[in-house]
């Protein structure tokens, strides 16, 4: 197999999807910037990109459509903010494949990495396995060519199935229209569209209990399809988050150990002067004005510290991400004296865990 490279400007971000593929098997290599990126897919040639959108030194959106030229075959997972919709949206026509909104799940992360490695081309001697899928009550086994919703069996057409596979790989994803046309009809004729868009319909009167009010699978007008959980829980405020998310933590704890002794501690110290080098920054960026570059350093400290289990500190970064793209510069200074203290906490939480 040939190896998946990764491209964040954040050191901390980088380590952690690198330290989490290598434990499961895969080679990634990793680079911070543009160059390096670009000379490390030429040299390498690796199978799959994992891309950060909103990158310091150019936009990603560059360097994706260059990837994508110079090797139209690579799998490329797109990574970029959680209310970003247009970065998404034109991400996904530039060629992603697929993409996933920060801060996300280290779970997450494999189990979109895997799906995409399967889809590239596999040798005829390592034929892929088929898994059961379930997202929310639906469940679907591609073995059996079955699926089901809670107790009842959805007697679904080959195209319907193909459709719902493709989306159920995905839960929670926009998939572009291309995307779909290309996996379930075997070409990317976007003058196919309305025949997309009546499968889709008739999935969805076999799926919903209310079609015209669909909870599960919806359309994003002009984009594609997502398929959503049917169960849905209410999100949790930040103040009702602990400090640390344990899971995640633990997790980590277990990718750290297989990296050395100390690997643990060396990243959370990593993140530790980044983190303050980030604060020091997004103070120097509300005090000139820039709220390009307070988005940019608020987005970049939302990702690593979820990597890392501070979901306070994470949480915070967005309301600061979210109002420097707003343009509103009031309610930052505050924000930004809630994420020194957020950080702390943190530091105080986590340091038991390291002994």
């Not at 999807?17 to 160059?35: K, M, T, W, Y």
């Not at 997972?77 to 697929?98: F, H, K, P, S, Y």
């Not at 469940?139 to 193909?162: C, I, K, N, Y």
């Not at 991400?321 to 943190?346: I, K, T």
Request: hydrophobic share 40%; glycine share 6%; charged share 30%.
């Amino acid at each position: 197999m040939q190896p998946i490279l990764v491209v964040d400007d954040d050191r901390v971000q980088l380590d952690v999807v690198s330290f989490l593929l290598q434990r499961n098997g895969l080679e990634p290599v990793g680079a911070l910037d543009a160059r390096n990126a670009l000379r490390l897919f030429g040299e390498r040639r690796p199978d799959l990109v994992i891309l950060d959108i909103n990158l310091g030194d150019t936009d990603g959106r560059d360097l994706l459509r260059t990837f994508r030229k110079q090797r139209p075959e690579v799998r490329i997972l797109m990574l970029t903010a959680l209310d970003a919709v247009d970065d998404r949206v034109q991400g996904l026509e530039l060629g992603a494949d697929d993409y996933l909104t920060k801060p996300f799940g280290h779970r997450e992360l494999l189990a979109r990495v895997r799906a995409l490695l399967r889809r590239a081309p596999i040798p005829a001697h390592q034929p892929p396995v088929p898994r059961r899928m379930q997202v929310g009550s639906v469940v679907l086994d591609p073995a059996t060519h079955e699926a089901t919703r809670g107790s009842r069996r959805l007697d679904l057409s080959p195209t319907e199935f193909r459709l719902l596979q493709a989306l159920m790989e995905r839960p929670n994803v926009l998939v572009s229209t291309r995307t779909l046309l290309k996996e379930v009809w075997g070409h990317q004729d976007m003058s196919a569209r309305n025949v997309l868009r009546v499968t889709a319909s008739r999935l969805r009167a076999k799926l919903e209990d209310d079609p015209v009010g669909p909870r599960m699978l919806q359309t994003v007008p002009g984009s594609g399809l997502i398929i959503r959980p049917d169960e849905v829980r209410p999100t949790p405020t930040d103040a009702e988050r602990p400090v640390i998310a344990m899971d995640v933590v633990d997790e980590l704890r277990e990718i750290a150990d297989d990296m050395g002794p100390h690997a643990m501690q060396e990243l959370t110290d990593v993140f530790a002067r980044t983190a303050e080098k980030d604060v020091v920054a997004m103070r120097e960026a509300l005090g000139s004005g820039d709220s390009w570059k307070l988005a940019h350093d608020a987005h970049r400290l939302r990702g690593s510290s979820a990597s890392l289990g501070a979901q306070r500190v994470s949480g915070v970064c967005a309301s600061i991400e979210e109002s420097a793209r707003m343009g509103a510069l009031a309610p930052v200074g505050d924000l930004l004296d809630q994420l020194g203290q957020e950080l702390s906490l943190y530091r105080a939480a986590i340091a038991p865990t390291l002994r």
